[in-house]
């Protein structure tokens, strides 16, 4: 089932001509996994932005649909690429229920949900820590772990394990990898090693997406 869709996608920046995408299109399903390559500066955080509906883009347009209408999460999840730029709350347990509260959540569902998260990520050890006194990894986790909480619709994942060991990146896969038999997945990065496994393969060069074989 398709959930989200770009059409003909262009964007550049306010002030500049140059076209960073170019009348991009891709599909998102439920029970699949897109993974998008692309060398650092090729726009790939410019589309999760665009997808996530961060950004406004030039040209084109984005459809979200066939969303059920009892569906209490969110629609399109977003994890970026750097997690300072999305901890905002003052320890991981608020971090976590942040995005539940915004979504008008029961009190004692969202505090079932806090807690099966905090288990699920390792994360109840520092469940009142600020997220700024936590590593790099352990705050990107943090910040996967949050999104992730709110169960969207679609999951943008932008470079994900770039700050994580190898045991926190296999387990952040085996993660989405779960999670995508129910969701879409767009799981961006530059690292063709992250390439193992995936429905489709897209990659972006000078603006266009390029479609590889899985």
């Known amino acids: 089932m398709t959930v989200f869709e770009l059409k003909n996608i262009s964007f550049s920046y306010p002030n500049s001509s140059n076209l960073i995408l ?12 897109v993974t998008l ?22 040209a084109g347009s984005i459809e979200i649909k066939d969303i059920p209408a009892e569906y209490e999460g969110i629609q399109a999840g977003l994890v970026f690429q750097n997690p300072d730029e999305q901890l905002l709350n003052a320890d991981v347990e608020s971090e976590i229920a942040y995005g539940l509260e915004n979504l008008n959540m029961p009190i004692d569902e969202m505090k079932a949900r806090v807690n099966e998260t905090l288990d699920i990520f390792n994360l109840k050890k520092f469940s ?9 990894g352990w705050k990107q ?17 932008d470079e994900v394990t770039a700050f994580l060991d190898p045991y926190w990146t296999e387990r952040i896969k085996e993660i989405v990898k779960e999670l995508s038999k129910q969701i879409g997945v767009l799981w961006i990065t530059s690292s063709t090693r992250q390439v193992i496994w995936q429905d489709e393969i897209l ?3 000078n603006g266009l997406i390029i479609r590889q074989e899985a």
């Open 22 to 33: 170019k009348n991009v299109s891709m599909k998102l399903e439920t029970g699949r996994i």
């Open 37 to 58: 390559t692309g060398k650092n500066g090729s726009g790939k955080s410019t589309l999760s932005h665009i997808a996530a509906g961060l950004l406004k883009p030039t």
């Open 128 to 136: 009142q820590h600020s997220p700024d006194s936590l590593s790099d």
């Open 141 to 157: 986790i943090t910040a996967i772990a949050a999104v992730i909480a709110m169960k969207p619709m679609f999951l943008i994942l």
């Open 203 to 205: 990659s972006l060069q």
